[in-house]
């Protein structure tokens, strides 16, 4: 039964964190996620993590919170958008980055915010306890935003939002204390299928379920070493990443931009061809993408990355 003291404690959270430049939040109750379980756990018997072996860790604690975090009763889900309608995932006509890699990296930005909240909760509400994550822990982000009504998942794969559209990032806190729960809401994706039609290497197997081993941003952000050449072709011009998903999604025409200045994209990057990213020493790698979720991905693959893209331009 929801008390005051639980309105007024979800309320203060919601507030702050709003006035923080989070562009939504949500509030679901801590369980064991059942269906999820089966999914995940069928997903990786098939192998369609691809590479991704740290998937099949903390298996447990991925599809229930209260074992990662002992006494979690709640779930807060918050989302930042990195969205730029004049500024497209091409970065000149040869080269692309995937959109959220352009900025600055994304953990360490929202994670000082997620910081700030985190210790306004704690000031604000003493019995407060918890940990904070940006996609650094085994923590189901999308079907914890999807349970506090932030969205529902599309069809490839991605939380959507109706007013965000699908290029944001999303952060979790998880509480000790009882708050008041929002209620999912409805799959708004129709019968449209333009983001399974328009995948290269027919990743999207069904609708809402994506096999990463297909995936272009597995091969050329997860995988290290020679990509097998029938994924090269499909690279097209993907350096990094890969948003052809989002980019023919409808929701994101007509989705509010996004208004953290960290996350515009680095000018200096649009002046080089393909040729030339193919030429970066090492050094010069890493002064380019200082800062950036790009350095995720190591010198020697970089390279390779560039390469085929190259190719591929020519």
Known sequence: MINQEQERWTQL???????LGFDAIGFAQATYLEDDDRRLSSWLEKGRNGTMSWMENNHEKRVDPRLLVPGTQSIISLLVSYHRKDEPSHINQGVSFARYAQGRDYHRVI???LKQLYHQIQ???????????????PVLERSWAERSGLGWIGKNGNLLNKKLGSYFFIADILLNIPLVYDHATSDHC?????????CPTDAIYEPKKVDGSKCISHWNIEHDGEIPTFFQEKMGKWIFGCDICQEVCP????????????FRPNENWITHSPEEWTQLNQ????????GTAVLRVNYEDFLRNARIVLNNYQ
């Open 13 to 19: 959270i919601r507030n702050m964190a709003l006035e």
């Open 111 to 113: 994670k000082k915010k």
């Open 123 to 137: 000031q604000e509400i003493p019995i407060a306890e918890g940990r904070y994550f940006v996609d650094s822990a």
């Open 190 to 198: 129709g019968s449209c299928r333009r983001c399974i039609d328009a």
């Open 251 to 262: 929701w994101n025409t007509k989705a509010l931009l996004g208004h953290w200045p960290e």
């Open 283 to 290: 050094e010069e790698y890493e002064s380019y993408f200082n």
